[in-house]
Nanobody, 132 residues
Framework: QAQLVESGGGSVQAGGSLKLSCVYS????????VGWFRQVAGKERDWVAG???????GYADPVKGRFTISIDNAKNTLYLQLNSLKPEDTGMYLC??????????????????????????WGHGTQVTVSS
């Protein structure tokens, strides 16, 4: 079973930056999604960003233009660069991986997306705290 280990979290002031890393124990082949989620105590887990095996990238609206997801398959590592951090970005950031591909349809248009929650493999998370 694949294991994922996150690192890079910390405490920063608003406007600061962090770079999160997620090392996964096995190379991933075929169709997959890997992504980052944020969990705040007492709230639902939020999808933040994802990337699939074709290199297609997606971001949640609140982080567009500030966060950048990338992957280095040679190093089995997923990254999330967090810039222009805001207090509302505070939370536990978890990386996750899922096999296969999902298609979502809206208004008669269907497309593949990594923006869903029930990934198969999860890390334990790294805490990000942003103070004002």
């Amino acid at each position: 079973q694949a294991q994922l280990v996150e690192s890079g979290g910390g405490s920063v002031q608003a406007g600061g930056s962090l770079k999160l890393s997620c090392v996964y124990s096995e190379s991933i082949y075929g169709d997959y999604c890997v992504g980052w989620f944020r969990q705040v105590a007492g709230k639902e887990r939020d999808w933040v960003a994802g990337i699939d095996n074709s290199g297609r990238i997606g971001y949640a609206d609140p982080v567009k233009g500030r966060f950048t997801i990338s992957i280095d398959n040679a190093k089995n590592t997923l990254y999330l660069q967090l810039n222009s951090l805001k207090p509302e970005d505070t939370g536990m950031y978890l990386c996750a991986a899922d096999l296969g591909k999902r298609t979502f349809c809206s208004g008669g248009h269907c497309s593949r997306s990594c923006a869903y929650d029930d990934y198969k493999y999860w890390g334990h998370g790294t805490q990000v705290t942003v103070s004002s």
